[in-house]
């Protein structure tokens, strides 16, 4: 499932018939600035939300600048990605984390929403991004899973969860639970409060005496980013009586229509800072409003692919393969080592997504299915081999070949194909090593190193 895939749709439609438009008039984009309305509605935007966006296109757009302009459909796709942007938030919100300090998270949102999740994947982060020390704190006394489901998540990250069995007010365990980290040197806490199926009036006195009492440093609002509109009512409740510091946005990884990204903001005047985007523990990403409006219109996301790949790969390591294929002694063991890496940023399509004009008509021809299926064979293929074949293909003769088919459940045709993409590769990186000689010594630019 694409990100807002049925709004990314609907813009990309819009866009191309802009583009098809040698010149445009008023009408035309009188015409595309309704279509954009009706896209947004239906993707549940706040009507106030869509009224104050298509207006602020609408001025922009009616300029000269634009109806003047050698691509006047470029100019507008340009002038919509903007305001997209503005609504978003403009800029990122940078958190001030410090390192001798105590920072302190207070996860707050109605329950369903992810809280407990999405504590335990900001812990994970930082402590990997900003080398924090983190502790998770079970503050939810209610649902009878939830200290449970933190202990959990605490043992699959290895990060450390604090509980007080028995004790059942919230306001206490956050308190003790800062005077313990304190105690043994953690410089993040992350508060899991409880949740309640609707907002109502003890829910916020307990989330405000816990404020009262512990100063969070973040006070962060956790959103289903599945709500639509509904998203608008909750954030404004919570962010009146708490003032949150900012919003997580979840589940955009499900059946999304966009009403809470592009509504929320707006509504609370506060940043979204991080998105989640899939069930691993890894599905965690700081939010860039450009780059979730260029993702929204159908652009892509190529600056979130790449710090994919720079969190993913190890530097010494892609330099040494690097090397390799300067060489051409790259064999059939690094191949196996690239496709693990690949696999380590993401499913394919949740990739694929993230490059320009990939959109479920672009991704419709290719049948990821298959894909997955053949990248299983290739794997299984390579581990059926020895060293000496991995480091020496030209060496599998008919009868190796046989024995390779058997051991990894695939047919010898399998394993003539995968041979022969392999050396043609193997020649083609040849072919690049070579171009480089005699020129000025630099980094060569390959995908996922």
Do not use: W
């Not at 040494?320 to 696999?343: C, G, N």
């Amino acid at each position: 499932m694409m990100v807002f895939e049925g709004l990314s749709e609907k813009f990309q439609d819009i866009f191309a018939g802009m583009r098809r438009k040698g010149k445009l008039d008023e009408a035309d984009i009188k015409a595309a600035n309704r279509e954009i309305k009706l896209a947004l509605l239906e993707a549940d935007v706040n009507f106030k939300v869509v009224k104050r966006f298509t207006k602020a296109v609408s001025e922009r757009a009616q300029g000269e600048e634009i109806l003047k302009s050698l691509t006047p459909g470029q100019q507008y796709i340009k002038v919509v990605n903007d305001e997209m942007t503005r609504l978003l938030g403009g800029e990122i919100k940078p958190l001030e984390l410090q390192k001798s300090d105590l920072n302190i998270f207070m996860m707050v949102g109605l329950q369903g929403a992810g809280k407990t999740t999405t504590a335990g994947k900001i812990a994970n982060l930082l402590r990997k991004e900003n080398k924090l020390k983190p502790l998770l704190v079970a503050c939810d006394v209610y649902r009878p899973a939830a200290i449970d489901q933190l202990k959990v998540l605490g043992e699959q990250l290895d990060i450390p969860v604090y509980t007080m069995p028995g004790m059942k007010e919230p306001r206490i365990i956050a308190n003790q639970a800062i005077s313990y980290a304190q105690k043994q040197g953690y410089n993040l806490v992350i508060l899991d409060t409880a949740g309640r199926l609707q907002i109502d009036e003890r829910l916020m006195r307990e989330l405000m005496d816990i404020k009262e009492l512990v100063h969070p440093t973040e006070t962060l609002l956790v959103v289903d980013g599945m709500t639509g509109q509904e998203s608008v009512n909750v954030a404004k409740s919570f962010d009146d009586q708490l003032d949150i510091s900012g919003v997580v946005l979840t589940k955009l990884d499900g059946d999304t229509r966009g009403g809470a990204a592009l509504s929320v903001t707006y509504t609370t005047g506060k940043p979204i800072v991080f998105i989640g985007s899939g069930e691993k523990l890894s599905d965690l990403e700081r939010f860039h409003p450009d780059r979730m409006a260029s993702r929204i219109l159908g652009m892509g996301d190529v600056l979130s692919l790449i710090d994919k790949a720079q969190e993913m790969v190890d530097e010494e390591q892609a330099r040494a393969m690097e090397e390799k294929i300067r060489k051409a002694t790259f064999d059939l063991s690094d191949f196996l080592d690239q496709l693990h890496q690949l696999q380590k940023m993401g499913s394919l399509t949740s990739l694929l997504e993230m490059m320009p004009g990939m959109n479920k008509k672009a991704l419709a021809g290719l049948d990821m299915v298959k894909t997955e299926q053949q990248t299983k064979r290739t794997e299984a293929i390579i581990y059926a081999m020895t060293p000496e074949e991995r480091a020496k293909p030209e060496i599998i003769n008919g009868s190796r070949r046989k024995r390779i088919a058997n051991g990894s459940g695939t047919s010898v045709a399998d394993v003539n194909r995968l041979l022969k993409g392999f050396d043609q590769s193997r020649k083609m990186m040849k072919q690049m090593g070579g171009m480089g000689k005699g020129r000025k010594k630099g980094r060569m630019k390959l995908p996922f190193m």
